[in-house]
């Protein structure tokens, strides 16, 4: 049989494959797509096999593959597997490119957010791994720098970096914005120097021992249970009704001292709670849990405070 007759022309290979003529001129003149022959009026023929390569590089447009690429493809110098494999990496990057510049755009839209806001909190979410332990750890750093505080305290804040899974949740990226933004703060800074240099006063006078930990830890508890009881029940720290909460935690941090309770007693328990009592440190500790998929605890720093205002009453 002449092979003329199994010869297709590109009329009606577009119509087999749905593709506008000019397309396949395009694929044609490209090489991709070579015609088979001529007919004798001059036009170009394709042969059977034609439509599956056409089919073949319309997909591989479709998923953004270079020309150069499917040449090598349709000339069998790579495998169709290969550059799948390739490719689908590459739409991965993409996607969680992509997933960070939502989630940027969606915390910019739920904020009053300036350009240069916007610009810290794409450039935030970008970071690297390592780029985003620097930030912590320099932070860590300029805190704890000359101070004789409990390493213990000072080694948890080095070990607890803050890293986010290959493929981050919004909230986990949004905790890391917030978590970005909290350690740069100057006032949240200080704040935690100030609570550095009061851990190293105290521990001037002896570091504690693992009894002592553990006691500090039992009236933590204490405060955390009744206090965050009170709290949860709307009693006003000032009140009578809050008097025998007040009373029966004073003692627990009188015994913890060796000390007799009594309003000398009180306003020292009052001040020294204070300083390290901080709303800003606890939500520090919760956004590297969101980050780093940690068990999400309770949180104690409103029982502190409801104990502090009861404290001063």
Not at 19 to 26: C, E, I, K, N
Not at 49 to 65: D, F, K, S, W, Y
Not at 157 to 186: C, F, N, S
């Amino acid at each position: 049989m002449d092979d003329d007759a199994t010869r297709i022309t590109i009329g009606a290979l577009a119509r087999l494959t749905g593709l506008p003529v000019r397309t396949l001129r395009f694929y044609s003149d490209s090489g991709l797509v070579a015609p088979a022959g001529r007919s004798e009026a001059g036009y170009r023929l394709y042969d059977a096999g034609a439509a599956g390569r056409v089919e073949l590089v319309r997909t591989l447009r479709e998923l953004a593959v270079d020309l150069p690429t499917i040449r090598r493809v349709l000339d069998r110098e790579l495998s169709v597997t290969g550059v799948a494999r390739a490719h689908a990496a590459a739409l991965d990057a993409q996607i969680r490119v992509l997933r960070l510049q939502l989630t940027v755009l969606q915390v910019a839209a739920a904020r009053d957010t300036t350009p240069e806001e916007m610009k810290l909190m794409h450039d935030l979410a970008r970071l690297s791994a390592e780029e985003r332990r620097n930030i912590v750890a320099d932070f860590v750093d300029e805190v704890f720098a000359d101070l004789d505080a409990d390493p213990g305290i000072a080694a948890r804040m080095r070990m607890a970096t803050p890293e986010l899974p290959d493929e981050p949740t919004t909230e986990q990226i949004e905790a890391w914005i917030e978590l970005a933004e909290l350690v740069r703060d100057p006032d949240f800074r200080q704040r935690i120097r100030a609570m550095a240099e009061r851990s190293a006063q105290e521990r001037a006078t002896g570091p504690a021992t693992a009894g002592e930990r553990e006691k500090h830890a039992g009236a933590a508890e204490a405060v955390a249970e009744l206090a965050g009881t009170a709290l949860a029940d709307g009693i006003d720290p000032a009140s009578a009704r809050a008097r025998p909460v007040v009373d029966e935690l004073a003692g627990v941090f009188a015994r913890l001292h060796g000390r007799d309770d009594g309003p000398a007693f009180r306003a020292w328990l009052a001040d020294t709670l204070g300083a390290f009592t901080d709303h800003r440190v606890e939500r520090y500790w919760t956004l590297l849990g969101i980050m780093n998929g940690w068990p999400q605890r309770s949180p104690c720093t409103p029982a502190f405070e409801w104990l502090l205002a009861g404290l001063r009453a």
